[in-house]
């Protein structure tokens, strides 16, 4: 079993549509937890940080559910420049840091 | 300056030289990785250097040999590849917790 798992898609939605990602993380001692954001040939960006309360950054709300070990995506009115691969990212550090990505979920909008 | 270079962006080598991929960040992270990535799949981690110290190795092959000459360079020496090690190589670097900084990788084909 992978540490870190997505639905790999490809999740085809028009444009408007609202999408959820889901990821589940196996290392109960992950501390950091991301949303990036890839697109073809090129290196990965962040989306956005998730926290325990939840937030939201304009169209995307990023939630974190530590007793369950799971962080999801939610993207509302899609847009065609959303297109991209989606990667959860979880972060254990301290003695080492560990950074690792999920296996990403493909979105593809449609006009 | 909230950047990370890599250099060389594009590398072809035979499969009997030496090549060393460089990576640079000047945010003061004390963490510093090599990421694998193969085509339609999620970066995989290699390295990870935590205050200049080797402290992961994804039981990477040893014709992979990394090297953190300070605490803002990243090296990573090829030798004797495989086509199969053709991929984008990604460095990345962080601090503790926070988000990671990826460089734009370097596109490596093994002849």
């Known amino acids: 079993r992978k540490e870190v798992e997505q639905d790999p898609g490809p999740f085809n939605v028009p444009e408007g549509a609202t999408v959820a990602f889901n990821c589940t993380y196996s290392?109960?001692?992950?501390?950091?937890f991301f949303w990036y954001r890839q697109d073809c040939r090129k290196e990965p960006k962040l989306l956005m940080s998730?926290?325990?309360s939840g937030n939201e950054d304009g169209r995307f709300t990023a939630q974190l559910n530590r007793a369950s070990q799971y962080i999801s995506l939610l993207i509302r009115d899609s847009k065609l420049s959303d297109s991209a691969t989606y990667l959860c990212?979880?972060?254990?550090?301290?003695?080492?840091?560990?950074?690792?990505f999920g296996t990403g979920t493909l979105l593809a909008v449609q006009p | 300056d909230t950047e990370v270079t890599q250099t060389p962006k594009h590398l072809v080598m035979g499969m009997t030289n030496k090549k060393s991929l460089k990576c640079e960040q000047h945010?003061?992270?004390?963490?510093m990785y090599w990421y694998k990535q193969k085509a339609k799949k999620p970066p995989e981690l290699m390295f990870v250097?935590?205050?200049?110290?080797?402290?992961i190795n994804e039981s990477v092959p040893s014709r992979f040999s990394p090297e953190c000459p300070n605490s803002s360079l990243l090296n990573l020496h090829l030798h004797a590849l495989q086509p199969e090690d053709s991929a984008l190589y990604l460095c990345?670097?962080?601090?503790?917790?926070?988000?990671?900084?990826f460089g734009q990788g370097t596109r490596l084909t093994v002849v």
């Open positions: 990345a670097s962080s601090q503790d917790g926070f988000r990671a900084f």
């Open positions: 290392n109960s001692a992950s501390q950091s």
């Open positions: 998730v926290y325990s």
């Open positions: 990212v979880v972060n254990t550090y301290g003695a080492t840091n560990k950074l690792i």
């Open positions: 945010m003061g992270h004390r963490a």
């Open positions: 250097y935590s205050y200049e110290k080797l402290s």
